[in-house]
């Protein structure tokens, strides 16, 4: 008789953890060898929450060329995990973490992106990182890139939209698996791939000046070098390294038509189609035909060479990874928007917000989850989740119930959707330490277990100072996930 194993738990070998990026923590911009990247020209906007990861120009370039402080690019400064990162490994093991996601900037490898000889001081710096992680037994999860390029790159092929910088891409790839081979198992390649249809951060490519249309020709030919270059990289690590794992990173963006009125429902189909085209493409290994239409509807027309459609398709991913902050709503006839680091969407009043207006939805992740398992079949890992808050130091101590409130009820969610059936891999929470906010350039919008002494403006002793969320989270994960009180 058939019997089914509900109800589940998680895993034994679930792996809880914190997810990071190189440019929001690292610091360390200008020595040992560092080139500068794309995320370090980015300035901070003057006025607070507003967004400035897009705003780079021609003229914003060659000023940030010119200027060698970090006063106005605090992605320049981080927090110094450069030189702190053996203290912050030892608290993330005191949580017990079982993962850590963290990003190898890609400059400071290779500085200029095309350099005969990759830079052995940043790949010693990545080699201690490794060995820290080892001596506690965490699992590394590595992003290959996370919103950042050398920004050579940028100044000789305008980002990704030239296939050369396919070349350079792979050349990095390439050199990080041979020298971290047997290390790492699990790689990501491009952090959030579809946020390229938003321009620079991701695309590295300056088109602010084009037309809309001619923007969205730029932004998808990148992505289509992206997905080239992923594919290849999927090649050589499954040469280099056969027993690592490699997946894609999407910022899910899970959508609801506004009404049942089918025009609604349809147009919330289409936005959610125009979200999972990235991990079609990467892990079906083919350009959907829904995608097909909407590119030549809108004019877009993607170059590819003829060994493109191959790679894609022969080379897809292992596991499917995606960030999860929030949900929109889609109405055919255009409605009142509700904040988003890059996306914004329908307000939905049946749900709370964040300090910066992210609208907060931890049933979604469930909706998103089985909506995922169901579209690929293939393990899935949540790689990105939790929330950016305006922390109090109260007599040096941070109460944080809220972000305790937050990350439980996803995690409730998390478990009903493995009960559901959802092969899940891990989740790893994002910024467990408090870093540099990547849509804001502020620090004072804070994620982290661990609070970071540091204001918007760079002052502070960078002390690191445990929050109430630390301790709660600690339990979590010696719990396995079934003590959320
Ligand atoms: C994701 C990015 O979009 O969201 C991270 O991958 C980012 O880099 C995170 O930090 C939170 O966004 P923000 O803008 O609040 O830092």
Redesign the pocket.
Known sequence: MYKSSYPKTFPENFLWGGAT?AN?IEGAWNIDGKGLSTAEVVRKSEDRHQMSMDDVTRESLKNALLDQTDQYYPKRRGIDFYHRYKEDIKLFAEMGFKVFRFSMAWSRIFPTGEDEKPNEAGLNFYDCVLSELEKYNIEPLVTLS??EMPIALTEKYNGWSKRQTITAFNLFTGTVFKRFKGRVRYWLTF??IN?GTWGFHETGAIDGNLSKEDQLQIRYQCLHHQFVASAIATKQLREIDPKAKIGCML?RMQTYPSTPNPKDVRAAQLEDEKNLFFTDVQARGEYPEYMNRYLAENNVEIKMENDDQNIISKYTVDFVSF?Y?MTTVTEANGKEQANG??ATGGRNPYLKESD?GWQIDPIGLRITLNAMWDRYRKPLFIV?N?I?ALDKLDKGRIHDSYRIDYLRQHIEQMKEAISDGVDLLGYTM??PID?I????SEMS?R?GFIYVDQDDSGKGTLDRIKKDSFYWFKKVIASNGEDLS
């Open positions: 990026a929001q996370h919103y952090n959030e946020t910022a960030s902050y680091n890059m910066w990105e939790g950016g994002w910024g870093l906010s990547f849509s804001t919008k994620y």
